[in-house]
């Protein structure tokens, strides 16, 4: 038997989901999107999941699309659901934050897996970087999108033109990643960004991350769409179970027991 393309576990409140290619340097083929698309579904469906750590085995986090596949004309989407995108992943909206654990380098794909997660913790030995234009492609899954959201536009347009690897020093003074681990530690610090996460009421982490993302759409903070979305996620937050059960464990003087709901 082959060994599975991606692989899951939890621990506790956090999901794990690793890219397990390492001969491949976790190079994304229909397996691997399949795998870890379904892991990702998966850990968003199950309520004790608070928070979701995206990581690769060996060396590399994600050396991107598998070029072989594509030579041999062979799709690397996962075939039963195309639009969760590259790797399963970059198009694939979940409420839970997930967090890249950058454990080596991470190149086209790779790079855009880590754009497409909600926060980033990198290796300092780790690399990113868009080097499409090196072999006369696109950085197609959401680089060219939301790389410049990220970064200053004249930065990322440097990227993305060049094809320049980015060391992960730089990638944290530009804010492409929250945190650098030292070597070897990169899933051990975005684990424990992750229970950071994880800590807090799951209804309003989810509120949170909704608006903050679908506000970006609405236009001006002082226009009415902004506000709706805000307003809409004020009441599904103080409907929740959690809103009573935060204030009456402060009062208390213990920590709260959150039912995500």
């Not at 890219?19 to 968003?44: F, K, Q, T």
């Not at 980015?166 to 929250?178: F, R």
Request: charged share 25%; with cysteine; glycine share 10%.
């Amino acid at each position: 038997m082959t060994e599975q393309a991606a692989l899951y576990e939890r621990r506790g409140h956090i999901g794990i989901v690793t890219l397990n290619r390492p001969h491949a340097l976790n190079a994304v083929n229909a397996e691997l999107s399949e795998g870890a698309g379904n892991a990702l579904a998966g850990a968003d469906a199950d309520p004790e999941v608070r928070a979701i750590v995206i990581t690769g085995a060996g060396r590399a986090f994600c050396a991107g699309a598998d070029l072989k596949e594509i030579a041999q004309r062979r799709r690397i989407d996962a075939p039963e659901h195309p639009e969760w995108g590259f790797a399963g992943i970059v198009r694939h909206w979940v409420a839970t934050p997930t967090i890249a654990a950058v454990n080596g380098f991470a190149f086209g794909g790779g790079t855009e897996i880590v754009l497409a997660c909600d926060l980033a913790v990198a290796d300092e030995t780790a690399e990113l970087g868009l080097p499409e234009v090196k072999r006369g492609l696109l950085a197609a899954a959401g680089g060219v999108i939301r790389l410049p959201r990220v970064v200053p536009v004249k930065i990322a347009l440097e990227i993305g033109l060049t094809g320049r690897p980015v060391p992960a020093g730089e990638a944290a003074q530009l804010g492409l990643v929250n945190r650098v681990a030292p070597e070897g530690k990169a899933l051990e610090v975005a684990l424990e960004l992750a229970e950071a996460v994880a800590a807090n009421a799951p209804v309003s982490v989810r509120e949170t991350k909704r608006v903050m993302y679908q506000s970006r759409e609405a236009g001006s903070d002082w226009g009415e769409d902004a506000w709706a979305l805000n307003d809409q996620a004020v009441r599904r937050v103080m409907s929740s179970a959690d809103s009573r059960e935060g204030p009456r464990a402060f009062a208390e003087k213990r920590a709260p027991r959150w039912a995500g709901r």
